[in-house]
C-alpha cells in the first residue's frame, strides 16, 4: 500500500486538521508517514500546501513528484485546480467548490469547474453547505476529507477514529459534529462517484 497525497487550501480553512485525522488514522494502522507542509501568508489567506506520503513499507522522501499524486485534497477550487499537474493519470482530486476570493483576477468559478472536469473524475462538493448542515461551517474541511475517503487507503471508521481523537479536547459535541460532517462528505462523494453523470451541475457555479 502506497498513497501520495497532496492536502491544498488557503489558511484558515482546516488543512492541517485533515492532515492529523490521516496521520493519526494512518499510525493507528500500522503505517508509516512523511508529511512535508508549504506555508504562504496563511495569515492572510495565502496558500497552504501539504505534501503527505503513507505507505506499509519506509518512505524515504518528504515530497511528492510533479505527475505522481494519487488524490489532491483541497478546500478551495482554485488552488485545487493549481495542484492538478501533480496528479498521476490515474490520481483522484477531491475539492470544495466554494471559492476563496483573496486576490484580484480571481477566475470565473464557471471556468474553475471546467477545467477541474478535465482532470478525469473530479469529486466537486459544496462542502459548507453540507457542513452547516451538520451544525456549522466550520466543519467543511471534514466534508472535504469525507469526500476523500474512498480515495485515501485508509478504511473510513479509520479515519472516523482519528476524528475523535483530535477533536476530543474540545469537547464531545464538538467531535460529534465533525463526524457527521465526515460522514456527510462520504456519502455525497459515493452518490457523485456512482452517478453516470458526474458533479452534479448546481456545484456552486
Not at 63 to 83: F, M, N, W, Y
Not at 88 to 107: D, F, I, K, Q
Not at 179 to 187: C, M, N, P, Y
Request: glycine content about 10%; proline content about 6%.
Amino acid at each position: 500500500m502506497k498513497k501520495n497525497i497532496i492536502l491544498a487550501g488557503v489558511g484558515g480553512q482546516g488543512i492541517l486538521s485533515i492532515a492529523a485525522v490521516i496521520d493519526l488514522a494512518a499510525l493507528h494502522s500500522g503505517l508509516e508517514i512523511r508529511q512535508a507542509e508549504v506555508h504562504g501568508m496563511s495569515q492572510r489567506g495565502g496558500a497552504v500546501e501539504s505534501h503527505l506520503r503513507i505507505a506499509d513499507r519506509e518512505i524515504h522522501s518528504d515530497l511528492i513528484a510533479r505527475g505522481t499524486a494519487d488524490l489532491v485534497i483541497s478546500v478551495e477550487p482554485l488552488e485545487a485546480l493549481r495542484q492538478s499537474p501533480w496528479l498521476a493519470p490515474s490520481g483522484r482530486l477531491v475539492t470544495a467548490m466554494e471559492p476563496v476570493v483573496n486576490m484580484e483576477g480571481y477566475p470565473r468559478i464557471e471556468a474553475v469547474r471546467r477545467s477541474l472536469l478535465e482532470t478525469g473524475a473530479p469529486i466537486l462538493i459544496d462542502a459548507q453547505q453540507l457542513a452547516e448542515e451538520c451544525g456549522s461551517r466550520r466543519a467543511s474541511n471534514m466534508v472535504v476529507l469525507g469526500a476523500a475517503a474512498p480515495f485515501i487507503g485508509i478504511p473510513p471508521e479509520r479515519l472516523e477514529a482519528g476524528i475523535s481523537e483530535l477533536f476530543e479536547r474540545k469537547g464531545a459535541d464538538i467531535a460529534e459534529m465533525n463526524t457527521r460532517a465526515f460522514r456527510k462528505g462520504l456519502e455525497a462523494s459515493q452518490q457523485q462517484a456512482a452517478s453516470p453523470e458526474g458533479p452534479p451541475t448546481n456545484a456552486m457555479t
